[in-house]
Nanobody, 116 residues
């Protein structure tokens, strides 16, 4: 069994920064990719950023230049540094883990609210 626990969400003013973390535990093997997704209020879940086992990153156009995804392989922890936050970044942020390109796991989500 695999467990993902996100942390680091909260309330921040526009222009501010937050850093999300996602700690993975359990039967972690053959990680194919990890990523961050978000679900804004009343909308569908969308991709924010992903990182492969080889370190290749991919970002949604809306966050390029503002967000940075990274991973500490020794700690099985995924991060998302979010800078220059905008009200439209308000959402529940979810961590996703893909093992051996087959098994998919999701965290419970962490709320990020950008408001003055």
């Amino acid at each position: 069994q695999v467990h993902l626990v996100e942390s680091g969400g909260g309330l921040v003013q526009p222009g501010g920064s937050l850093k999300l973390s996602c700690a993975a535990s359990g039967s972690i093997f053959s990680i194919s990719a990890m990523g961050w997704y978000r679900q804004p209020p009343g909308k569908q879940r969308e991709l924010v950023a992903t990182i492969t086992s080889g370190g290749t990153t991919n970002y949604a156009d809306s966050v390029k230049g503002r967000f940075t995804i990274s991973r500490d392989s020794a700690k099985n922890t995924l991060y998302l540094q979010m800078n220059s936050l905008k009200p439209e970044d308000t959402a529940v942020y979810y961590c996703r883990l893909l093992l051996s390109t087959i098994w998919e796991y999701w965290g419970q989500g962490t709320q990020v609210t950008v408001s003055s």
